[in-house]
């Protein structure tokens, strides 16, 4: 048995995005990226071909990497829990975090891979987000920092604000327009512009780079989709906050829907997102 923290998961997940990378480009249309499975993964949502064919393609490396004797448990959008000898360590997947992109052939979707030591997002050592869009890898280690295409991120860089201290570009995960509509003045108050990818992975990653100077998740996010995104901000620097929960960082590493998020460059840019009203 080997430490399942010292495996090879950027291999490994670099072998997964790129096999998923060959499976759209044999599947260019819509046509052919819509068709469904006629089941429903463990969050809930109806599992597209697509999906099916991603989620193989990871656990194709993750039982490579278990007859090399790492132990882990496996948590996936898709198939839920898969034990693979042990608690202790949890792999959290989404295999295409913005399917809904994927499926309609819009370019911003990401594959997220997450690796944790325990229960929650404080846990993870390990995330890799590969954003299909741009063709870019996003990489962080707990306590060493986070990459984009092998160059370190930069980790004091700030939020931009106009001349009236409104935030400059602020991401949305709001899959539904009531939801805006709602948040509508206290956005107004925290923001200049808004932009919408369509992927929280992708979008947390936007955060790290400091191309947005923030992202508000209006509802209550999977661990699936953001477990990678948010250890890849904190390490470039940034903060995140689970708000549904009494630590920040105490959301739970499953497929249920915990908590809304926020993340920003900066403690103050944190401070004033959270006055936008969650749910």
Same mark, same amino acid.
């Given at each position: 048995m080997t430490d399942a923290l010292e495996a090879d998961w950027l291999g490994a997940s670099r072998r997964a995005a790129e096999a998923l990378h060959d499976l759209l480009a044999e599947r260019p249309s819509t046509d052919e990226r819509v068709r469904e499975t006629g089941t429903r993964g463990d969050g809930g949502d109806d599992t597209l071909? +697509? &999906?099916a064919d991603a989620e193989a393609a990871v656990f194709r490396e993750l039982d490579a990497l278990h007859r090399d004797g790492a132990r882990f448990t496996a948590v996936s959008e898709?198939?839920?829990w898969v034990d693979f000898g042990s608690p202790d360590v949890r792999v959290v997947i989404d295999p295409i &975090?913005?399917?809904k992109n994927a499926k309609r052939g819009l370019p911003q979707f990401a594959m997220s891979i997450a690796v944790a030591d325990g229960p929650t997002m404080a846990d993870v050592a390990f995330g890799f987000v590969h954003d299909y869009g741009p063709g870019e890898e996003w990489i962080a280690r707990r306590g060493q920092g986070a990459w984009r295409d092998g160059a370190r991120l930069e980790t004091e860089v700030p939020e931009?604000?106009?001349?009236?201290?409104?935030?400059?570009?602020?991401? +949305?995960?709001s899959a539904d327009p009531g939801w805006l509509r709602e948040a509508a003045d206290d $956005?107004?108050?925290?923001?200049?512009r808004l932009r919408v990818l369509g992927s929280m992975a992708a979008m947390l990653c936007q955060v790290a780079g400091a191309? $947005?100077?923030g992202m508000v998740a209006l509802r209550r996010t999977r661990a699936v989709d953001v477990a990678a995104g948010q250890l890849i901000?904190?390490?470039a620097g940034g903060q995140v906050a689970f708000t549904a929960c009494q630590d920040p960082l105490g959301a739970t590493l499953d497929t249920e829907k915990r908590s809304p998020m926020v993340a920003a460059r900066t403690p103050a840019g944190l401070h004033d997102l959270l006055r936008v009203p969650l749910e």
């Open positions: 071909v +697509i &999906d898709e198939r839920g &975090d913005g399917s931009r604000r106009t001349a009236d201290g409104r935030l400059e570009l602020l991401g +949305i995960e $956005l107004v108050a925290s923001a200049e191309r $947005l100077d901000v904190r390490e």
